[in-house]
């Protein structure tokens, strides 16, 4: 079982940044797959970014280039740092651990993300 915890969530103004940060315990974290996913209102959940347990990542298109994923295996931790934020990146953000080897798969609470002036 992996017990997943984000913060970092908050109101930002356009362009600026935000640190999200996912605290899992419970588990070998270095061994799964953690990803960041997010859901507008009336919208579905979808990939924002993803980092292998061998530092693979992928990022989805549309923040390619101003989110940077990051994980810290000593701290059980993964992080999203978003940058020159848009209020199309309002959502709500989800961590998720990923084994879907041994058919285990986590989900965060979620931590809102408001970008708006």
Do not use: H
Request: aromatic share 12%.
């Amino acid at each position: 079982q992996v017990q997943l915890v984000e913060s970092g969530g908050g109101l930002v103004q356009p362009g600026g940044s935000l640190r999200l940060s996912c605290a899992a315990s419970g588990s070998i974290f270095s061994s799964y797959l953690m990803g960041w996913y997010r859901q507008a209102p009336g919208k579905q959940r979808e990939l924002v970014a993803r980092i292998f347990s061998g530092g693979m990542i992928n990022y989805a298109d549309s923040v390619k280039g101003r989110f940077t994923i990051s994980r810290d295996n000593a701290k059980n931790t993964v992080y999203l740092q978003m940058n020159s934020l848009k209020p199309e990146d309002t959502a709500v953000y989800y961590c998720n651990a990923d084994q879907s080897i041994y058919g285990r798969n986590y989900w965060g609470q979620g931590t809102q993300v408001t970008v708006s002036s």
